[in-house]
């Protein structure tokens, strides 16, 4: 079975810094996608970024891209320029392409991103 | 706002009750999926409709039952209400592949059980 890990608790960045966190997967498939996700005090899951495996170029969005190692099933987030906005929980996701496990996210625990003005 | 919605924002009801949430995905969107986000488990897969089909099945209990209607909005039913089901449950949606698409969430349904 897949797993994903986010060994980071809570992290916590200045205004206007830059903030990695972190994200480990498990699994023996090689059809993939990875995502970030955000959800903030509304609760609302919000997409951040999206990375296919297939695709050896890191994904970009704004100030949001992603260190995607795929032989080290890692999959980090850096938000640069950070914002009081980005305060949020952010989640790291896996979706199976392929095989018989397709049809859902895989979620690690989440990581609690505090922005300091 | 994702196009994804769900009603009621908040229930609150009984241990024993039964109660039904319900979905309604993005315009032209094909296939709904449930998840649970609770403390002590996270945020967990329940199952997936695909254009009125159920496609895959993930953590789900047996008191809990799906289904996706014609038009394709789609209602998750709780029965026999236990204290540990009080949680946030997201629809999520996607368009005819979903093996590609992303998943946009709703905003939630938040599930009190007293």
């Known amino acids: 079975a897949q797993t994903v890990t986010q060994s980071q608790p809570e992290m916590s960045v200045q205004e206007a810094e830059t903030v990695t966190l972190s994200c480990t997967y498990d699994?023996?498939?090689?059809?993939?996608?990875l995502f970030w996700y955000k959800q903030p005090p509304s609760r609302q899951m919000i997409l951040v970024i999206r990375q296919e495996a297939y695709k050896q170029q890191n994904a970009t969005e704004n100030r949001f891209s992603v260190n995607f190692q795929k032989a080290a099933k890692s999959f980090s987030l850096k938000i640069s320029d950070s914002q009081l906005g980005d305060a949020a929980m952010y989640f790291c996701?896996?979706?199976?392409?392929?095989?018989?496990?397709?049809?859902?996210?895989?979620f690690g625990q989440g990581t609690i991103l505090t922005v300091h003005p | 706002d994702s196009g994804v919605t769900q009603t009621p924002k908040h229930l609150i009801t009984a241990t024993g009750q039964r109660v039904t949430l319900r979905c309604s995905p993005r315009s032209g969107d094909l296939s709904v999926y449930w998840y649970q986000q609770s403390l002590d488990q996270g945020l967990q897969f329940l199952i997936q409709?695909?254009?009125?089909?159920?496609?895959a099945k993930g953590n789900i209990l047996e008191r809990f039952s799906a289904q996706q209607f014609p038009d394709l909005h789609s209602e998750l039913n709780l029965s026999s209400l236990e204290l540990g089901d009080s949680a946030l449950y997201f629809c999520?949606?996607?368009?005819?592949?979903?093996?590609?698409?992303?998943?946009?969430f709703g905003p939630g349904t938040r599930l009190t059980v007293l």
């Open positions: 999520a949606s996607t368009g005819a592949d979903f093996i590609t698409d992303t998943q946009y």
């Open positions: 409709y695909y254009n009125g089909e159920e496609r």
């Open positions: 996701a896996y979706f199976n392409a392929g095989g018989t496990s397709y049809g859902k996210l895989t």
């Open positions: 699994t023996s498939e090689s059809d993939y996608y």
